[in-house]
T-cell receptor
Framework: QQQVKQSPQSLIVQKGGISIINCAYE??????FPWYQQFPGKGPALLIA???DVSEKKEGRFTISFNKSAKQFSLHIMDSQPGDSATYFC???????????WGAGTKLIIKP | EAGVAQSPRYKIIEKRQSVAFWCNPI?????LYWYQQILGQGPKLLIQ????????DSQLPKDRFSAERLKGVDSTLKIQPAKLEDSAVYLC????????????FGPGTRLTVT
């Protein structure tokens, strides 16, 4: 119940295309869902986050879509650029347990 | 504002040797985290400090791992003796006080145990 399942493991997208990464969870106590971006040799950095009272959050080219009934959330990167090439992690955290539960990561490559 | 600093960046040791990692959090951040990130996996929390007290060390293998945060600022994580399966990136993160505060990560220390 504490797992967050992330897919795909790796993704190759052409420049200008849409990158979509999906995550699913089981624990209905989770109430905070962040996405982190990690470049090689760097630590993860918070990209965008959502709470389950909204179905979508957009920041620039990055959008989180959230489906509470399906217990799924996804990251969409519009107009993907080579600089977006990185590993992306979804995570979840509950109100009573402050620990972040992380997905396994998606290695995204944007082809020029 | 300076970010989270970690050293060394890379370390190669033989199994059964000991190793120590150092972390300097962002100034003013009361909460400090140590994570282990095995290749191809998300970070796994090892220990969380609030100032110089331990909040959660339930996933720290205490028979070989130890951590301290003297004076509520810098922290060290030690492994003694190291095993092959300890090969990973060790990430330090810090945040302002409060369980919902955003965590800022350092660049990590890549440990290879041979």
């Amino acid at each position: 119940q504490q797992q967050v399942k992330q897919s795909p493991q790796s993704l190759i997208v052409q420049k200008g295309g849409i990158s979509i990464i999906n995550c699913a969870y089981e624990n209905t106590a989770f109430d905070y869902f962040p996405w982190y971006q990690q470049f090689p040799g760097k630590g993860p950095a918070l990209l965008i986050a959502i709470r389950p009272d909204v179905s979508e959050k957009k920041e620039g080219r990055f959008t989180i879509s959230f489906n509470k009934s399906a217990k799924q959330f996804s990251l969409h990167i519009m107009d993907s650029q080579p600089g977006d090439s990185a590993t992306y992690f979804c995570a979840a955290r509950g109100d009573s347990n402050y620990q972040l539960i992380w997905g396994a990561g998606t290695k995204l490559i944007i082809k020029p | 504002e300076a970010g989270v600093a970690q050293s060394p960046r890379y370390k190669i040791i033989e199994k059964r040797q000991s190793v120590a990692f150092w972390c300097n959090p962002i100034s003013g951040h009361a909460t400090l985290y140590w994570y282990q990130q095995i290749l191809g996996q998300g970070p796994k929390l090892l220990i969380q400090f609030q100032n110089n007290g331990v909040v959660d060390d339930s996933q720290l293998p205490k028979d070989r791992f130890s951590a301290e945060r003297l004076k509520g600022v810098d922290s060290t994580l030690k492994i003694q003796p190291a095993k092959l399966e300890d090969s990973a990136v060790y990430l330090c993160a810090s945040s302002r006080a409060g369980t919902r505060a955003e965590q800022y990560f350092g660049p990590g220390t890549r440990l290879t145990v041979t």
